[in-house]
């Protein structure tokens, strides 16, 4: 247990750690905007911010790698997929199968994206209180009309609360599986269902026994939630994550 | 005070949790309810908190019906469940105390008030800003400890305190059941291993198949509890040992 995911919010007093639950919200949908709409060329400023803000956290990189390989075969997928179907000038013919020069480039700039996204959503949940995140969807639901902000709040709060069990249980079964396999930690494409199946069983059973812990200790809707205080500074990381975006748009 | 009256409940799949069960326990004492696996124990800890709801029968804890209040009654009635990993909610050691008085909708000073309090009991406090799920076995069930204590509830029931658990961590929640005790809480304690809280028992529960087969003091069921699936503490062996040989 003692190497966990980092999926999951850890104490601190980074800046991001002391925004105002409600305006981080607001910051990572506006910087998402602005990574996914920055032209190549601003690419290089904005991912240096984000990887400034990652440093802050001081969270150990090498187990972030460890944790997010799964996100980097996907980011490799796109890659390749982008690679072989973008027309363009051929650098490498196989088979019938081109990869462009303007593939290359388009899968490595769409790859990025998504891999700052992904940076994005991290520092957001290292930095957040799954508490507080439900009062923050708790609040902007609010003025939606036909939506029950309490009951969406708490479900945002549980899928957050949920990912690191996620990731512990694939674990777990991983290593139930090595255990039984001669310590083989790989597992082959076609031997995929001995981990999906037993870890969606576990991870139901989970969910089940966190329910009933929550109903015994007298969970409601109606609850004390935590005081949300917006100050001048996250005024400020508004107007920055703003211009950001604004800048972006122009170039 | 405790009552079960005529209690049944079957699960789904047509189980019988409970069958026809009365049985009734002052305020202030420590229980042992015993019994071998799928005997009933879970389930009648459930209908105390008011997790599972008899059939037929009533539940009451301080005369309140648990099918007429159940926000009071889980505020009455703090239930610790066997695996320490599933009753964890919060992020922090903090936030997991915190979310029972949060539920009782308390104004946030009191909660950090609670919080503190409930984290110094179980000696805890110096990790309240720690992961939970770093802790170790033992931490973690005194934790699970603490977010009950935070609601100050007037029982307690915990559901196999010991298992998993190395003698470190077994002193640390037995200390902690008799903490309970002594401020007058009353504490139930499921166990199939009742050699490790006997001593401070005052009344024994046995369940087999669902049913009430015996209830009284520790004295007077403990030569007999191994028909029932339960191991016999060693002292009370030896006990009957010497009482044969010396008759």
Known sequence: MAELSVFGYRHGRSPAHRLDVRCKLIILLVLTAAVVAAPPVAMGPISLGIILLWASLRLPLRRLGREIRLFLVFLMAVFIVRALSTPGVSVVDWHGLSVSREGLYQGAVVAWRLMMVLALGLVFVTTTRPSHLKAAVQWLLRPVPFVHAPKAATMVGLIVRFIPVLHQQVRETRSALAARGGGRQRLRLGQIRYLVFPTMRRVVLAADQLALAMLARGYQETRTEPDLHATAADGLALAAAAAVLAATLMI | MIRLANVHFSYADGNIGLQDVSFGIPAGELVVVAGANGSGKTTLLKHLNGLLLPQRGRVEVDGICTRDDLPGIRQRVGMVFQHADAQIVGE????????????????????????????????????????????????????????????????????????????????????????????????????????????????????????????????????????????????????????????
């Open chain 2, 92 to 247: 922090t050691v903090a936030e997991d105390v915190a979310f029972g008085p949060e539920n009782l909708c308390l104004p946030r000073p009191e909660i950090e008030r609670r919080v503190t309090e409930a984290l110094e009991a179980v000696s805890l406090v110096h990790k309240k800003h720690q992961r939970p799920h770093l802790l170790s076995g033992g931490e973690k069930r005194r934790l699970t400890i603490a977010g009950i204590l935070a609601m100050q509830p007037a029982v307690v029931v915990f559901d196999e305190p010991f298992s998993s658990l190395d003698l470190f961590g077994v002193r640390q929640v037995l200390r902690q059941i008799l903490a309970l005790k002594a401020s007058g809480r009353t504490v139930l304690v499921t166990t199939h291993d009742i050699d490790k809280i006997i001593a401070h028992t005052d009344r024994v529960v046995l369940m087999q198949e669902g049913r009430l087969v015996g209830e009284g003091p520790p004295s007077q069921w403990l030569p007999v509890v191994e028909r029932y699936g339960v191991r016999q503490p060693e002292a009370s062996r030896l006990g009957v040992a010497v009482r044969s040989w010396l008759n």
